[in-house]
């Protein structure tokens, strides 16, 4: 019972990490050459966005609930900060981690379908061959 608890918690932890783990960014010039070698996926961003905007929500739709309450129940109010916070804080790496994702995706994405860059021009141009030498008719 303990290993599952271990590894869950384990997973837990590293979880909020999937698009800072998983994703490759593109290089910070272009390379020349396509495809660039970089993650176009969005499948880790989106595996961290439905955690984030599942725990920030619920946060956010507490703290809403609990600032819209006329009589000013203190108890309610200190029960809906902690629900605030212990799903808020959670969902914060979550929705870190997802925008990262998706701002490395999309400069992979963009650089892929931008056309290759121009050649450099040519600072001294190659001389023009040399005339054949003709018989001589000396």
Known sequence: MRGIALVLALAVTLAPGCSLLTVRGAPSSDP?????????????PIVDTVPAAVLLG?????????????????????????????FGVPGLPFAASAWYGYAKTGRCRGMNRAPLPAPPPVMFPAPPPAAPAGPSGA
Do not use: H, K, Y
């Open 58 to 86: 619920i946060a956010i739709a507490v703290l809403a609930d609990i600032s819209n309450d006329p009589a000013g129940n203190e108890g309610r109010a200190l029960a809906g900060g902690v629900v605030v916070v212990v």
């Open 32 to 44: 020349g050459v396509r495809p660039v070698a970089c993650t176009q996926s969005r499948f880790a």
